[in-house]
């Protein structure tokens, strides 16, 4: 597990997907001298291929479509999926085919009867572990499955950043940090191409609402998108090596995410020196001349576009010479480069269903929900639970029975079955999203940990019933639930279904009150004084029932970070509710977001996001405006200090610290080096989660990120870290500023 570029066979070795950063500094005056890197063994290989294609093998390679719905299947090659590219043989290129997504081998509405595959937790709950060996497991372990279903593409590798706590798709990501979001989705990445199978990153760029996703114009400066979004990306490329990148439903500062040739040609291909392919999201394609030559490879899901824009049209414009043929053949270069260098193209798929270690890889969701749940408040020490208690109460959230999962394409048929599932009548996500339940149970769970104890549930309907069982127990837990989806935003940040009042209720009856939030993203929480201990378990995965119980009782030490802020109220973000519902209205917004072309799709509309590069808790630094919970936050069933900081400046910033675990109970830290210039708010520059035993130090090394520490000059253009003092903390959270010192910078140019 480890490496995402596989060893070539035939002779060649791979080479990196994505140039590495350039430390040397670059001159303003001559912004253009770096000289643009050797092509890759991978990519001289496929245009070799790509000399000896015909006309219609290319054309063939640049749009997949949906499987077709067929009986005349005899080899069974047509394996219902997100996607499929026919082979050609003759020039040993495999068939392609293409499944969703993060967080296990998705099959949302049960395209492949009685198809499941291993869940993991959500991609929050992932990155709240800070840990990039957890991310890089469960990436590993869902292409380990993939390729034994016959999938050679995987569209994973969700990077975009949290900008709005509202986002119904918050759950899939990464969080805010574009340092924490792209090493974390790298490794993912990484672990995924470890079976030789391409994994994509998505969605590129600013896919930051669902709310009108196909048809609003993201606007934001091309410094502060340098500095937050696309660095995430960058980070991630480098890091994971996809051997493909997504681009975006919307629009970015007036033009397509899918025809934008600022970000997919400059910045991508030339920037970054990338060498694998830009597909389209499904249904991202406006148009043929203009995508293909500002830099989009390929059309996918070409059932979902208003026309097959890579097919004939594509053809007729390289004819016309509307598309040069050099552009087609580049096109076909980088999707070849992009499986050869994984190796899709040298360890073919078996031509049957292989055997899956079902059992171990449930241990790996296992250990991502443990190393994710955050441990939010413990008044009075209520957690861990004492095994000898002898009646619990569980309420809501049908913790008899599983935990909750987001909906969309990430939505994953898990091993075990889904024990509540309920489908969608209306809404932008009816098609292909279902509310569902992974069968692993809290109350077997919390039982199995307690068998000494009586341990009953109420579903909560009845909130006096509710309040009355608590009164009598030990402890009562409420698992409060709120389901978010791909293609519609939450419409508030409260918990629906009047869980609030219900908490209130449970915890006025029992003062060793506890709640279980199984939510997609930051939820508000108006009785948080009056419950003593509160943990965030995400979206935890088919094995959350157990996670959330070793938790509680202890079995397992909380150590999860939150990688989004939690605010106290929807006012204190960015925005506090999704742009463009005003403009859309509720059917409008189906429209707009709907999986099939619509000519009713309404106009684009602008989403300013004037917050810029101080997104999530740089935001929130910058307003003065504490949250309830920040960016970082997370507590343990022992306690951990910070001595002897050591801080060295110069042309490079590295910090040292003592990290003590001062408690009885070995755990896991995450000390955290947050680093600011002037009066700008300070931002995430290093971290790292170590695991120290009662009484046990270990000293820890940051070095500062040297694009985290700069700024974008469009002028150079490129990064540059101004000369000069810098202010730096190394503390527990965002907000914590646990041991600060000074350190001066050099002066220094790095190229885009």
């Not at 001559?30 to 219609?56: F, G, H, K, N, Y």
């Not at 869940?119 to 869902?142: K, V």
């Not at 899709?344 to 269903?353: G, H, I, K, W």
């Not at 970082?632 to 110069?650: C, I, M, P």
């Amino acid at each position: 597990m480890g490496c995402a570029i596989a060893t070539l066979l035939l002779g060649t070795v791979a080479m990196p997907l994505a140039a590495q950063p350039v430390a040397a500094p670059v001159p303003a005056s001559a912004p253009d001298s770096v000289v643009a890197p050797v092509a890759s063994a991978a990519r001289v290989r496929a245009q070799a291929i790509v000399a000896e294609m015909t006309l219609d093998e290319k054309l063939l390679l640049v749009h997949s479509l949906f499987p077709p719905k067929t009986k005349a299947d005899p080899h069974g090659e047509l394996i219902p999926s997100a996607g499929h590219v026919p082979p050609i043989p003759r020039l040993g290129i495999p068939i392609v085919r293409e499944s969703d997504a993060s967080l296990g081998v998705a099959n949302q509405v049960e395209q492949r009867k009685g198809d499941t595959a291993t869940a993991l937790p959500s991609g929050l709950a992932t990155a709240a572990s800070f840990d990039p060996e957890i991310a890089r497991a469960g990436g590993a372990m869902i292409g380990a499955e993939a390729r034994a279903k016959r999938f050679n593409i995987l569209l994973a590798g969700g990077v975009n950043l949290t900008r709005d706590p509202w986002n119904g798709r918050n759950f899939e990501y990464m969080g805010e940090d574009p340092l924490l979001a792209g090493r974390m989705a790298g490794a993912a990445i990484a672990g995924v191409q470890s079976n030789r199978i391409v994994s994509t990153v998505k969605h590129y760029v600013l896919n930051a609402q669902e709310t009108g996703r196909m048809v609003l114009d993201a606007r934001i400066g091309e410094a502060a998108l340098r500095e937050s979004d696309l660095l995430a990306f960058e980070i991630a490329i480098e890091i994971g090596r996809p051997g493909s990148v997504m681009c975006a439903y919307n629009k970015i500062n007036g033009d397509w995410g899918c025809e934008n040739p600022h970000l997919l040609t400059d910045v991508l291909k030339q920037d970054w020196g990338y060498e694998g392919w830009v597909m389209s999201d499904w249904g991202g394609v406006h148009s043929t001349v203009k995508a293909a030559n500002a830099g989009l490879d390929q059309q996918s899901g070409q059932e979902l576009d208003h026309a097959l824009y890579f097919g004939a049209a594509l053809e007729q414009a390289v004819a016309s010479g509307a598309v040069p043929m050099a552009r087609l053949d580049d096109m076909v270069t980088r999707i070849l480069t992009g499986m050869i260098a994984n190796g899709v193209l040298d360890a073919p798929m078996s031509e049957t269903a292989l055997p899956i270690d079902y059992a171990g890889h449930a241990k790996v969701a296992q250990r991502a929900a443990e190393a994710g749940i955050v441990l939010l408040r413990n008044a009075g020490r209520v957690l861990p639970l004492a095994r000898s208690a002898k009646r619990i109460v569980l309420i809501g959230g049908h913790a008899d029975v599983g935990v909750l999962s987001g909906g969309g394409s990430s939505q994953v048929r898990s091993v075990g079955g889904a024990p509540v599932e309920i489908p969608l009548t209306e809404g932008a996500a009816a098609s292909f999203a279902r509310v569902t339940w992974h069968a692993s149970s809290p109350l077997k769970a919390i039982r199995a940990m307690a068998p000494g104890a009586e341990v009953i549930y109420l579903d909560g309907r009845d909130r006096a019933a509710a309040a009355k069982a608590a009164a009598g127990a030990d402890v009562a837990i409420v698992f409060a639930t709120q389901w978010t989806t791909e293609a519609e935003d939450v419409d508030s940040l409260s918990l629906p279904h009047d869980q609030d009042a219900l908490i209130a209720a449970v915890a006025a009856a029992n003062r060793n009150s506890v709640v279980v939030l199984e939510t997609g993203g930051p939820v508000l929480m108006p009785w948080l004084d009056t419950v003593p201990a509160v943990i965030a378990a995400w979206y935890p995965g088919q094995r959350g029932g157990e996670a959330i119980a070793n938790v509680l009782f202890g079995a397992v030490n909380p150590s999860g970070r939150l990688p989004i802020t939690f605010p106290k109220a929807a006012a204190q973000a960015p925005r506090p509710a999704p742009v463009g519902r005003d403009v859309l209205g509720a059917a409008g917004d189906a429209a707009a977001n709907a999986d099939a072309p619509s000519d009713a799709a309404p106009v684009s509309f602008p989403v300013d996001y004037i917050e810029g590069s101080d997104v999530g808790y740089r935001w929130y630094e910058k307003m003065a405006r504490p949250p309830a919970f920040s960016f970082g936050y997370g507590l343990s069933y022992t306690a951990f200090a910070y001595r002897n900081l050591k801080v060295t400046g110069g042309d490079r910033l590295t910090v040292s610290v003592d990290v003590t675990n001062t408690g009885a109970r070995a755990g896991a830290d995450v000390p955290q080096l947050y680093v600011g210039h002037g009066d700008t708010p300070m931002r995430l520059a290093d971290f790292r989660r170590v695991t120290l035993g009662p009484g046990e130090t270990q000293r820890v090394t940051f070095v500062g990120e040297p694009r985290v520490l700069a700024d974008y000059d469009i002028a150079l253009p490129g990064w540059r870290i101004a000369g000069g003092p810098y202010r730096v903390a190394v503390g527990h959270n965002a907000a914590d500023r646990a041991l600060t010192a000074t350190a001066t910078l050099s002066e220094r140019t790095m190229r885009p």
